[in-house]
């Protein structure tokens, strides 16, 4: 199994729509955060999360929300999906130091129609 | 504000030597990292930089200057297989330096 898994690996919602996607690790991190990825601008964090209890907003959060509901599982909602939300979306986890890199999901790609 | 900027493609041959640029600003600097990913996979940490210097991990190596705010990755004997887009990252200050700010990414396209 994977360190990191992201579910959907696809998804294709409708305007208005609420989604969610979900990212549970095996690694024991206890950060975990959400970013977003579009063509020509890179990854751009959207929330992150450093325990249960710590919930921050990143770069780019409206129009987004976050859940911690364990150590192992964050999730990321979007509340009334818009077609600019189309984009890849990764969940990463890192140690408490950050300096031995994060460790990725395989994404989700969504698009919003 | 922070910034960091590399270039958005670079190509080279099979087994070649090719180096990856990438400038920063940022007013407090805790290291930078590089990232390779593969079409839209996952991506996947190579090395991290927290002092001036090179580190070198078989194929891979990184070099960091603080005081040129400046650090590059130099992939040798290149592969097919490398053909990849390169990130690098600093510590985002907006977060205390708790997450990373990754650049728009390099586009390297190996041929044989």
């Known amino acids: 199994d994977a360190d990191v898994t992201q579910t959907p690996r696809n998804r294709i919602t409708k305007t208005g729509k609420r989604i969610m996607l979900e990212c549970s690790q095996t690694?024991?991190?206890?950060?975990m955060y959400w970013y977003r990825q579009d063509p020509g601008l890179g990854l751009r964090l959207i929330y992150y999360?450093?325990?249960?209890?710590?919930?921050n907003k990143g770069e780019i959060s409206d129009g987004y929300s976050v859940s911690r509901q364990a150590q192992a599982k964050f999730s990321l909602s979007l509340e009334s999906a818009i077609p600019n939300q189309t984009a890849l979306y990764f969940c990463?986890?890192?140690?408490?130091?950050?300096?031995?890199?994060?460790?990725f999901g395989s994404g989700t790609r969504l698009t919003v129609v | 504000g922070q910034s960091l900027e590399q270039p958005s493609e670079v190509t080279a041959v099979e087994g070649a030597i090719v180096q990856i640029n990438c400038t920063y600003q940022?007013?407090?600097?805790?290291?930078l990292s590089w990232y390779q990913q593969h079409d839209g996979g996952a991506p996947t940490f190579l090395s991290y930089?927290?002092?001036?210097g090179l580190e070198e991990t078989g194929r891979f190596s990184s070099f960091l200057s603080r005081s040129d705010s400046y650090g590059y990755l130099l992939l040798q004997e290149l592969q097919m297989k490398d053909s990849a887009s390169y990130f690098c990252?600093?510590?985002?200050?907006?977060?205390?330096?708790?997450?990373?700010?990754f650049g728009k990414g390099t586009m390297l396209l190996v041929s044989p």
């Open positions: 990463a986890t890192s140690d408490s130091t950050g300096n031995y890199g994060y460790t």
């Open positions: 690694k024991g991190h206890d950060r």
């Open positions: 999360s450093f325990d249960v209890k710590d919930i």
């Open positions: 940022t007013s407090g600097f805790y290291g």
């Open positions: 930089n927290g002092l001036d």
């Open positions: 990252a600093v510590r985002d200050q907006n977060s205390g330096y708790s997450t990373l700010t």
